[in-house]
């Protein structure tokens, strides 16, 4: 597709679970970002990827959060043990290497735990 | 570091009227600026965006905002507001210096009354 596709659009889980959130950026686009947006409020910078590596993991809440990204692609947000303040809505952004360049959103994922 | 300050968490202003919403920034680099709007339930749309170019941006939907280094400002205009503009706006900066990461502002929701 021509756009970020993040899968699955909704996840509800139960607490202490895991669960995994798929961002499939636009081809060609080295940079990726994860955000995180609770109900009613702003965009929580949580990790960001240049190709594979990850420059700044500084807005990971916990230990119990992770991200990686392969092939300079497909990147997976891993949340073990969930708690319900992890409830929110996970954001993927693309970009191309060149920062003059706005970043593309996709839909998101909303996170229920209960 | 980079920061951006939005001043109003909540802009409420008459269909027909001007919009003013207003932002700053800092940054140690040359930075890119841009506004996004979310919709309530959608996703994060480009207004527009500033880098290094002309001051003066014009984005969709009749927006613009102006890039005023002097005054670390970069604020989103609009001469007329119609009710479709209701919507959260949010100010990002980027520069190399964060490794082109993306730092968004808290957001200022906008209403619109006929």
């Known amino acids: 597709g021509a756009g970020v596709s993040q899968s699955p659009s909704n996840k509800v889980t139960e607490k202490g679970k895991d669960v995994e959130l798929r961002c499939d950026p636009i081809s060609g686009h080295t940079a990726l970002y994860w955000y995180r947006q609770s109900l009613g409020q702003g965009l929580e910078f949580l990790i960001y990827?240049?190709?594979?590596?990850?420059?700044?993991k500084s807005g990971l809440p916990s230990d119990r959060f992770s991200a990686e990204r392969t092939g300079g692609s497909v990147s997976t947000l891993t949340i073990q043990r969930t708690q319900q303040e992890d409830s929110a809505v996970y954001l993927c952004?693309?970009?191309?290497?060149?920062?003059?360049?706005?970043?593309?959103f996709g839909q998101g994922t909303r996170l229920t735990v209960v | 570091a980079q920061s951006v300050t939005q001043l109003d968490s909540h802009v409420s202003v008459s269909e027909g009227t001007p919009v003013l919403l207003r932002c700053n920034y800092s940054s140690s680099y040359s930075p890119s600026l841009f506004w996004y709007v979310q919709h309530p339930n959608k996703g994060l749309q480009l207004l527009l965006k500033?880098?290094?170019?002309?001051?003066l941006v014009k984005g969709i939907n009749g927006f613009e905002a102006e890039f005023k280094k002097s005054e670390t400002s970069f604020h989103l205009t609009k001469p007329s507001a119609h009710m479709s503009d209701a919507a959260e706006y949010f100010c990002v900066v980027s520069d190399i210096g964060g490794y082109n990461k993306l730092i968004f502002g808290a957001g200022t929701r906008l209403a619109v009354h006929p």
């Open positions: 990827f240049q190709g594979n590596s990850a420059p700044d």
């Open positions: 500033y880098t290094s170019a002309a001051t």
């Open positions: 952004a693309s970009r191309p290497e060149n920062q003059n360049t706005e970043a593309f």
